[in-house]
């Protein structure tokens, strides 16, 4: 019970930021603003994402919120057997970020389910992001680390 409490708090203090950072963009940017943070480098403008990343699959938005509802639960049901430390990091930001995109799925424009994602960082090149999508990128490549190192979930070696 203690892992899934540690989890959930560190995936909702995720969701709170993503959540916080969104209102300020919707406040200050929905109106085609744009900051530039680092010059062109990095800059801050809305947009409305009805897909995944990189706006793939824009006509999916419900299978999306699915998708993000079965990795929360999942999460949260699994928690209690994560025994290492980083991975109790990896699946918190994991379940943080798929929330934080999930809230804007379920209470978003055009309607529940089928929400538009708020992304607002933009690079040259690159789609533009958000908070959330930053948390689960850099929690899958935590795992992978993980798993590449061989540290078990569990946080017991055997053998």
Known sequence: MQRRLVVSSIALTVVV????????VLASLADGHIVHVIGDLLTFRYVDNPGAAFSM???ST???TLLATAVVIGIAWYAPRIGSRAWVIGFAGLMGGAAGNLVDRLLRPPGFGVGHVVDF???PHFPVFNIADMTIVC???LMILLSSRGIPVTGRTHG
């Open 17 to 24: 930021i993503d959540q916080l950072v969104k209102a300020w």
């Open 62 to 64: 419900w299978a999306f």
């Open 121 to 123: 960082i933009a690079t």
């Open 57 to 59: 699959g824009t006509g």
């Open 139 to 141: 929690s899958v490549g």
